[in-house]
Each structure stands twice: as C-alpha cells, then as structure tokens.
C-alpha cells in the first residue's frame, strides 16, 4: 500500500531526509546556492523551510484558513 504525498513528505521531514542544501552537502553534491530557495534569506536546512522561514508562515496560514481550522505556528 503506498503512502499518500503528503504522508511521504512528512516522513521524509521528521527522518531529515528531503533534499536541502545541508543534506545534498553531506551526499558530496556541488550547490552553489545554500540560501532558502524561498526567502532568500537564511540557510536552507528542514527547520527553516518548515517552522522558522516568514514566506512559508504565510503559506501555513493560508492553508489553515482553507481548511478551516486556527492554529497558531511558532
């Protein structure tokens, strides 16, 4: 039975498993760009791109109110 997307992604981020630039560094893979491909503002590591980086709050809440709920991120 395979996974849902979302279900796969959440896996992929609790284990650190997603491909950012900390993880490719560590597989030796060249990137020359480290910053969040989203903010432009601060390194892209899985704690940034899902809890800390400003855009994806806006993304978070977006979502919240789509599916209806309240919820406060830190």
């Known amino acids: 039975m395979a996974l849902p997307t979302s279900q796969f992604c959440a ?5 650190d498993k ?3 630039y900390e993880n490719l560094l560590k597989m030796g ?3 020359n760009n480290h910053m969040c491909i989203i903010c432009q503002a601060k390194e ?3 704690s940034h791109l899902f809890f800390t980086c400003k855009e994806v709050s806006k993304i978070w809440y977006m979502y919240d109110l789509w599916i ?3 919820f406060v991120h830190h």
């Open 11 to 15: 896996w992929r981020v609790l284990l």
């Open 18 to 20: 997603l491909p950012t």
């Open 29 to 31: 893979s060249v990137v």
């Open 68 to 70: 209806g709920v309240k």
């Open 44 to 46: 892209e590591i899985i």
